[in-house]
């Protein structure tokens, strides 16, 4: 049996580990979302969680875990009796792989006992075993969009009702949703992000003393898993005691009007939509008060659940970027103390001892707990180094995991930065490719007049303000520049002609595991969705044969069908951008790049994976590999600078090579390449030969190309138009691919390819 690594020795990262233990106080705040980078001890940490909760009472022997208090009056496996025999189990942690199956999640018919008995029996899934415990999502923005929609429903409602295969079952299913994500492969839908109650960044620590004991913890639990556990038993018996407490005193926790006015000018302040914020944030302050063991709401816990609760509420499109000013939260917050002066009694002031500047919270479990802080209740033991006494191992469990901000110790700032005063975020290792010697691509050498698309020369990365406020707490020191949109541009849908085997999607038709049923087949493989009308119809010639007078069908393996359904899949989406000199004159650049800025936000909305290639000088660059990070897609594009010559064939033929790589990797994702040009071919020799060469070969691929020019000008050339022919692929103006809405959504039936 594997050993859990504890909770207290996972190093720092206050905010990961106090939005956590408030849900575990107060599970009708909705979860959290944990934004990181890759090895930062995510995983760890949410895994640990599970232990300290409270254990859970049931009905004995129910498979949808009702709580003898109150069980379901719909509960498949009910009614329950009010003298039913009650067991008591742990809390559970239930994990919804990325590539579940939806019968997995939800339940399915069992057709064991359908087709052998003769009764319909529902066998239960993942929701059902998640009920009253946590439902962990690693990777949860790669998660499929019909797994989100079952995620939303059941979050929403509280229940999950299952209506598939003659089976309708609703039964409760209420969990604490915890999910991680690195946001380098991509965002999360904003349906599911608003269901989430908190989200935290964490990055890893800087400090290098940190790192030593991340590494040396690590290594202690390697070697001697059971021995570190219990090394850290009484430290986590402790949290798990101050949850339990924390958990009997919040129904007395009183939360004032002043508290209330707070937190409704803050909510104003940051523009969230609807309530649900005020209300996670109202949540998240009584849990704070019940965790620091006061029975009032003060402006600390409001200013901590402000930052916890609003950040992935602020974003209005997928190029914004989460984060939250505490400038702009403490002006608020001190205005709604202004405007009421005399509900603010023992409020306290803007830092009154909270646990971002060392107060009640001390070194507990979600304070700022670096080598040299204190332990689960400041006093206990330690999260820190070799230095304070505390065991020695790593916080880490996901190889190599390392310590976050939060993690340091007196010198921590007061926002719950790591011990550099920043949180520290992705550092740029996917910027530009770094110039070899005697490379002369026109890339890193800038040419004469070359401009960006405001007429200016391009900044240098991280030149930028961030768009959240020079004080972001939840961003690095430097922020990455986007591009972003011109506000009513809407995008033409451009589809993959004909009907793909792709993964579920919005853009392109497709065979899929939702939408509408067209048909049934043999299964190649492991059955899918099951078509039973046409398993019956296949085994019932055969029954005579196979003896039966009476009873149940008799079936055979090579009579079941799946059911074949079409609906819509996501394609990779290749942009092949000309960053010529031509392009950069008459301020073309600036419709090019609002136009591609338009279909990014297309393909975000249509679930997408996207790859930027841009050409320029002597040579092709790939800006961005295929992700689904539609953000970082337009941080390249605002770092794009045009000028030099027009190496189309290299650009069509670089797109060629990432086309063939990304069919190893995603074979059943179907491309479609857009290639944004004038059409002209200036560099090397015989050019426009070469580009015509260099689209034959591109169009052998059979991907899926729309050529979108952008000639303008009385005068043309109509070059962009023969390439298209080439590379036989529809052609598109530019002002007709990106437009300014002034009407209702286009029709998805208008495509373009």
Not at 235 to 242: F, G, K, R, S, T
Not at 380 to 388: E, F, I, L, N, V
Not at 654 to 672: H, M, N, S
């Amino acid at each position: 049996m594997s050993v859990t690594y504890p909770f207290s020795a996972v190093l720092g990262m206050a905010d990961m580990r106090l939005a956590l233990l408030l849900n575990a106080v107060s599970p009708a705040i909705g979860g959290v979302l944990v934004r990181g980078e890759k090895g930062t001890a995510k995983s760890t940490a949410v895994r640990a969680l599970a232990a300290l909760l409270p254990p859970v009472r049931r009905v004995a022997g129910c498979r949808f875990g009702c709580d003898p208090a109150e069980p379901d009056p719909a509960c498949p496996d009910g009614p329950h009796p009010a003298d039913a025999a009650t067991e008591t189990r742990p809390a559970r942690l239930v994990e919804l792989p990325v590539g579940a199956a939806e019968d997995r999640v939800v339940g399915s018919l069992d057709l064991e006992k359908a087709l052998g008995e003769g009764v319909r029996a529902f066998e239960p899934g993942l929701l059902a075993a998640a009920h009253r415990g946590v439902l962990y999502v690693d990777e949860v923005n790669l998660l499929h969009d019909h797994l989100v929609d079952l995620l939303l429903d059941a979050a929403a409602m509280g229940r999950s009702h299952v209506e598939r295969e003659g089976v309708s079952v609703s039964h409760a299913a209420r969990f604490l949703l915890v999910g991680t994500m690195n946001p380098e492969e991509g965002e999360l839908r904003p349906q599911l992000l608003d269901r989430f109650g908190l989200t935290v960044e964490v990055g890893a620590s800087r400090d290098p003393a940190v790192r030593v004991e991340v590494v040396r913890r690590r290594l202690a639990a390697d070697a001697d898993p059971a021995g570190f556990a219990a090394r850290w038993a009484d430290a986590d018996a402790e949290i798990a005691a101050q949850v339990a407490a924390a958990r009997r005193r919040l129904p007395g926790v009183r939360l004032p009007d002043a508290a209330l006015r707070q937190i409704a000018e803050v909510c104003a302040e940051f523009d969230v939509d609807g309530m649900r914020a005020d209300i996670v944030t109202a949540r998240t302050a009584l849990a704070h008060a019940a965790w620091h063991g006061r029975d009032r709401v003060t402006i600390d816990d409001v200013r901590v659940a402000a930052r916890l609760a609003l950040p992935h509420r602020r974003r209005r499109d997928p190029f914004d970027t989460p984060g939250l000013d505490s400038k702009r939260l403490d002006e608020a917050l001190q205005r709604a103390q202004d405007a009421h002066p005399d509900d603010s009694d023992d409020n306290g002031g803007p830092h009154d001892g909270g646990p971002d500047d060392g107060g009640p919270q001390g070194g507990g479990p979600a304070g700022g707990d670096g080598p040299s802080g204190g332990g689960p209740s400041g006093g206990g033991p330690s999260d820190g180094g070799p230095s304070d006494g505390g065991p020695s191992g790593d916080g880490s469990g996901d190889g190599a995991e390392r310590g976050a901000p939060g993690s340091a110790g007196p010198s921590a700032a007061r926002d719950g930065s790591g011990p550099d005063g920043r949180t520290d975020g992705p550092d740029g290792a996917d910027g530009w490719p770094q110039r070899q010697p005697g490379d002369d691509d026109g890339w890193s050498r800038r040419q004469p007049g070359d401009r960006g698309d405001d007429g200016q020369n391009s900044r240098p990365r991280g030149g930028r303000e961030s768009a959240t406020g020079d004080d972001d707490p939840t961003r690095g020191g430097e922020s990455q520049p986007a591009a972003v949109p011109r506000g009513g541009l809407k995008a033409r849908l451009l589809t993959a002609p004909g009907v793909g085997d792709g993964v579920p999607g919005r853009r392109s038709r497709a065979r899929t595991g939702r939408g509408r049923t067209t048909g049934a087949r043999v299964p190649a493989g492991r059955v899918g969705a099951l078509h039973l009308p046409a398993t019956i119809r296949a085994a019932a010639p055969h029954q005579a044969l196979r003896g039966r007078l009476a009873g149940p069908l008799r079936l055979r393996p090579d009579d079941v069908r799946e059911a074949v359904r079409e609906g819509r899949e996501g394609n990779l989406v290749l942009f092949v951008v000309d960053a010529s000199g031509s392009m950069g004159a008459r301020q073309r650049m600036t419709a090019v790049k609002d136009a591609v800025l338009a279909l990014l936000t297309d393909a975000y909305q249509r679930r997408d994976k996207v790859a930027v290639i841009a050409f320029r000088g002597a040579g092709a660059r790939t800006l961005l590999p295929a992700t689904s990070s539609v953000l970082a897609a337009s941080t390249r594009l605002a770092e794009l600078p045009t000028g030099g010559r027009t190496p189309l064939a290299e650009g069509l033929l670089a797109a060629v090579d990432l086309l063939r790589v990304e069919r190893l990797r995603d074979p059943k994702r179907r491309p479609l390449v857009l290639v944004v040009t004038d059409g002209r071919a200036t560099a090397g020799t015989r050019p426009l030969d070469r580009a015509a060469a260099a689209a034959k070969v591109l169009a052998a691929t059979a991907a899926p190309c729309v050529v979108v020019d952008c000639e303008t000008g009385p005068v043309r050339l109509h070059l962009a138009a023969r390439l298209a022919t080439q590379l036989q692929a529809p052609h598109h103006q530019l002002n007709d691919v990106a437009q300014v809405s002034t009407g209702p959504a286009t029709s998805p039936d208008r495509s373009a390819a």
